[in-house]
DNA sequence: ATATATAAGTTAGCTAGCGCACATAAGATT
DNA sequence: AATCTTATGTGCGCTAGCTAACTTATATAT
């Protein structure tokens, strides 16, 4: 199957923190914005790399994740549309232990490190906002540690689902089981029984790298607390698209 | 056995971000800075509160935790005196989904919330220790995911043991084996299991909540590679004490 | 000295998730 | 149509950590 990646226009707007940027410091920062395509599985920077780009998706999902020396791994955060990536570039420590990686095709706005620097330094909005995220950010992670050690792998496997389907404002999802699993860091296999139950019920379906929830409500019934805990952290403190 | 707790004198140095501050800083914050004992178990903040100080500590150590509504919990982070207690003060969120509790009985220097504000947004020194603190925060916290996954009790047991040791300056700890227990999210009897192993191989002794490390570097060669990947990243972002 | 409370140690199933080896099926390629 | 590749499904034994009920030891209080 030949699939078309045609590259769509994406307005910078697309992201929410670059939204609520007051007129001024939106339009400051505009000309310093390139847009670049995120490939799936593309790695936007290695644990220990020099972070050079702040990016802002305006679709497609980033992956946070930590990898062990024995192979074994664990995602930490999901990012889409709502926030960035990369905020060693402006909470100073220029690189991370985390590698990021595109867990889902999409495109986004990045920002050099050098200008990123220099409006932080302005203390406005983009501080502001960027900070609120990186809250966010650290309450994802946290609650991930725990969700990691007492939810079992159903549990997580809805959470994952439906924290990867608010990043893609959609229904579908490609990605396989084996991907899947790495960022759970569980077995394959461990992924293929717990899809199968899923899909048993009615809930999702699921063919060769992608998936389709037919019964949102019903995952949502099923998922552990944390996904909602997450959620409404973000909600609070987060912009909202304009239209709500 | 009456314990006497005098109050004992710390200088705010004894706290690592504020002993790094420049000296106009520091006499500018000085009075402004309230000293307050930490008596074991004493809760900082519980989740959602709003928080009205940020505390640096000089001694003793404080933990973050995630609590479950089944009453599971994960502690999903450490702070000594080289860190400071409450960053949604100058993150911007006012309140975290964790809370924190006194682990180890100390005493910190805590600062009101309306001077860190205004402390911070003059973009000066403090601004950037916290926020480069923050950062070293964000990968302890990921660690702490992987490691809850992925590695055994008696790793996570040592890593816990030394993180602790290392903020306490000392080769003991007053804990019991309960406590240790709901902050790493385990049974009770599991940590006594590990512990008897430790002692048995005489790298500790353990008697009603008061533990002795014996060999530390052996410690070190039992324990998970989470231990060093997060020192590593303090000791890369954070300052040290001006000694060394 | 004795009683009491708290900390630590013991024992016996049970189960989720693992490692490993293999089977099937759906697209892609020729 | 036949073949190849990649994704998904299955079976089986293993073990760490769990629930649960209990015993022992040490410090403190009376």
Redesign the interface.
């Known amino acids: 199957m030949l699939t078309l990646t045609k590259t769509p226009y994406y307005s910078p707007k697309q992201n929410l923190i670059l939204a609520a940027l007051p007129k001024t410091d939106y339009e400051r920062l505009l000309p310093e914005l390139e847009f670049i395509e995120m490939p799936l599985g593309w790695k936007l920077s290695e644990s220990g790399d020099h972070v050079n780009f702040l990016h802002f998706p305006v679709s497609g999902i980033v992956s946070?994740i930590?990898d062990?020396?024995?192979g074994?791994?664990?995602e930490?955060a999901l990012v889409g549309n709502e926030g960035l990536v990369g905020?060693?570039v402006?909470?100073?420590?220029d690189s991370?232990?985390?590698s990021t990686m595109v867990q889902s095709r999409g495109f986004a706005y990045r920002l050099s490190r050098k200008i990123m620097k220099r409006e932080f330094?302005l203390?406005g909005q983009l501080q502001?906002l960027s900070?609120?995220y990186?809250?966010?950010?650290?309450?994802q992670?946290?609650?991930?540690?725990?969700c990691?050690?007492?939810h079992t792998v159903d549990q997580r496997l809805c959470r994952w689902l439906l924290t990867s389907l608010d990043r893609m404002h959609d229904n579908k999802l490609t990605v396989t089981q084996e991907l899947i699993a790495y960022l759970l860091?569980i077995r394959r296999e461990s992924v293929t029984a717990a899809a199968i139950k899923l899909q048993k019920e009615g809930l999702v379906s699921y063919s060769r790298g992608s998936l389709k929830v037919l019964d949102r409500p019903r995952l949502e019934m099923l998922v552990c607390?944390c996904y909602e805990?997450v959620k409404q952290?973000y909600d609070?403190?987060l912009p909202h698209p304009s239209f709500r």
């Open positions: 946070l930590y062990l020396e024995n074994a791994s664990s930490v905020i060693s402006f909470m100073g420590g991370m232990p985390s330094a203390g502001h900070l609120l990186t809250q966010a950010l650290i309450s992670t946290s609650q991930t540690a725990v990691n050690q007492h860091g607390e805990v952290e609070r403190l």
